[in-house]
Structure formats: C-alpha cells, structure tokens
C-alpha cells in the first residue's frame, strides 16, 4: 500500500513539472510575438501623405493604403487579443486538477479561440484580395 501511494505522488509531481514547464513555454512565446507585434503595426496614414505633403501625392492608392494599414491593425490587435485567450485557456487547463466541469470551460475557451483564428486569417486574406481587385494588380 505504501509503494502504491509513493507511486501516485512520484506521478503527480511529473504531471505537475510538465503542467509548469508548459506554462513556462507558452508565457515565453506570449511575450515574445507580444514584442515583435509592436514592431509590425504600421503607421496609419501613408507615408507620402504625411506633413506638408502635395495633393496630388495623395490619391486613390493613398486611400487604399489607409484603409490596408487600418485593417493590418485591426487584425493584429485581434490576434493578440486571440492569443491571450489560448494562453487563458492553457492556463485554465493546467490549473483544472480534473475538475471536468473546468476542463470543459478550458477546451471551449481553447476551441472558440482556434475558430477565432481561422476567422482572423481569413478576414486578413480576403482584405488583401479584395484590395488587389481594387487595385486592379
């Protein structure tokens, strides 16, 4: 009887190191696609409409080009607002201790933000088709 409780703890202690060390990794893959999303958002007016800028510098592909730097925002904060939820969820997850009425909160919150990611690369793909059709390239 002693072996066999000895057994369950020495299991519980791996799962608990691999619950940590997974928790580990996704904190460190947030913070760094959180650091490199900063770096990717654009300015939202083009640059060549800027300042003291001429009009007739400023056209239809202007416009077209706000409304492209507009979308790769929207999209951006969504992905990341996207990703905070995987990480919640992760979280949730890990921290449910067979709970299944937890478990099942954690797998929903994990599969509606997957379904949220397919609409997310979706929408930016068909953005960037439609501007093409606009554009007429």
Same mark, same amino acid.
């Given at each position: 009887?002693?072996?066999?409780? @000895? &057994?369950?703890?020495?299991? %519980? +202690?791996?799962?608990? $190191?691999? +619950? @940590?060390?997974?928790? =580990?990794?996704?904190?460190? *893959?947030?913070?760094?696609?959180?650091?490199? &999303?900063?770096?990717?958002? /654009?300015?939202?007016? /083009?640059?060549?409409?800027?300042? %003291? !800028? /001429?009009? %007739?510098?400023?056209?239809?592909?202007?416009?077209? @080009?706000?409304?492209?730097?507009? !979308?790769?925002?929207?999209?951006?904060? &969504?992905? *990341?607002?996207?990703? #905070?939820?995987?990480? =919640?969820?992760?979280? $949730?997850? $890990? #921290? *449910?201790?067979?709970?299944?009425?937890?478990?099942?909160? !954690?797998?929903? $919150?994990?599969?509606? !933000?997957?379904?949220? #990611?397919?609409?997310?690369?979706? *929408?930016?793909?068909?953005?960037?088709?439609?501007?093409?059709?606009?554009?007429? &390239?």
């Amino acid at each position: 009887n002693r072996e066999c409780c @000895q &057994s369950n703890k020495l299991l %519980d +202690k791996k799962e608990v $190191m691999k +619950k @940590q060390i997974i928790f =580990v990794i996704i904190l460190i *893959s947030f913070g760094l696609l959180v650091g490199q &999303s900063t770096l990717a958002f /654009p300015s939202i007016v /083009p640059g060549e409409c800027l300042g %003291d !800028a /001429p009009v %007739d510098k400023c056209n239809l592909g202007s416009v077209e @080009q706000t409304i492209a730097n507009v !979308a790769q925002i929207i999209l951006g904060i &969504s992905g *990341s607002v996207t990703l #905070l939820v995987f990480v =919640v969820g992760g979280i $949730m997850y $890990m #921290l *449910s201790g067979g709970n299944k009425e937890r478990i099942g909160k !954690a797998t929903t $919150m994990l599969k509606n !933000a997957f379904i949220g #990611l397919v609409i997310i690369f979706l *929408s930016g793909a068909l953005i960037k088709t439609l501007l093409k059709v606009l554009a007429g &390239s």
